[in-house]
C-alpha cells in the first residue's frame, strides 16, 4: 500500500479564486462589436481605422502627420497612406504649415465633418445596442472597470492598438 497522497485542495481557496474565462469574454466582445461597428460605419463609406483618424484630427486640428503617427505607435510613412485615403473621400484636408513649408497640417474637412456627427450617431446606437442587457449603473461601472485594465495594461487611451497591424493598401510599399 502506497503512502503517497496527493494533497487535498482547499475548498476555501478554490472559492476565494478569481472566476476565469473573463479575458477570453473580453475577446469575443471585442471582435464582435469590432466587426459589427466596422459593418455600421461602412455603410458611410468608412473603416474603423478611418474613424479613428478623423476622431484625432478633429480633437487636434492642425497636428502633424509626425505626432499622428507618434501617437498611434505607426511609422509616419504609413499615416500618409491613411490620410491619402481620407483626402482622395474629401474628409480630410493637408494644409502647408506657416511655420515650416516643408510639414503639412492636417484638418478635418467640412465634408468630414458631416461624416463624423452620422458616425457620432451611429457610434452611440452600437453601443445602446451592445450595453442593452445592462442598466445604466452597470455600464458605467463596466467603462469604468475596463478603462482600469487598458490603463494597466499600458494602452493609449483612445487609441486602437489595431493601427500597427492594419494591411499596406495596395501598392504600397
Keep these: 500500500m502506497s503512502t503517497d497522497r496527493q494533497p487535498v485542495e482547499d475548498p476555501d481557496a478554490a472559492a476565494a479564486a478569481p472566476p476565469r474565462f473573463g479575458a477570453f469574454l473580453l475577446a469575443q466582445l471585442g471582435a464582435h462589436a469590432a466587426g459589427r461597428f466596422g459593418e455600421r460605419v461602412g455603410e458611410l463609406g468608412l473603416a474603423p481605422p478611418d474613424v479613428g483618424l478623423l476622431r484625432m484630427i478633429a480633437m487636434d486640428p492642425g497636428r502633424s502627420q509626425r505626432s499622428l503617427a507618434a501617437d498611434l ?11 491619402d485615403n481620407l483626402e482622395q473621400k474629401g474628409f480630410v484636408e493637408r494644409r502647408r504649415s506657416a511655420e515650416d513649408r516643408r510639414h503639412h ?3 478635418v474637412s467640412e465634408e468630414g465633418s458631416r461624416v463624423l456627427e452620422r ?40 487609441v486602437h492598438p489595431g493601427y500597427r497591424n492594419l494591411p499596406k493598401r495596395p501598392g504600397r510599399r
Design 73 to 83: 505607435g505607426v511609422v509616419p510613412s504609413r499615416v500618409v497612406a491613411l490620410i
Design 105 to 107: 497640417e492636417l484638418y
Design 119 to 158: 458616425v457620432r450617431e451611429v457610434a452611440a446606437a452600437h453601443e445602446d445596442d451592445l450595453f442593452a442587457a445592462l442598466d445604466p449603473e452597470d455600464r458605467v461601472r463596466l467603462t469604468e472597470l475596463l478603462g482600469r485594465i487598458a490603463g494597466q495594461q499600458g494602452l493609449t487611451p483612445g
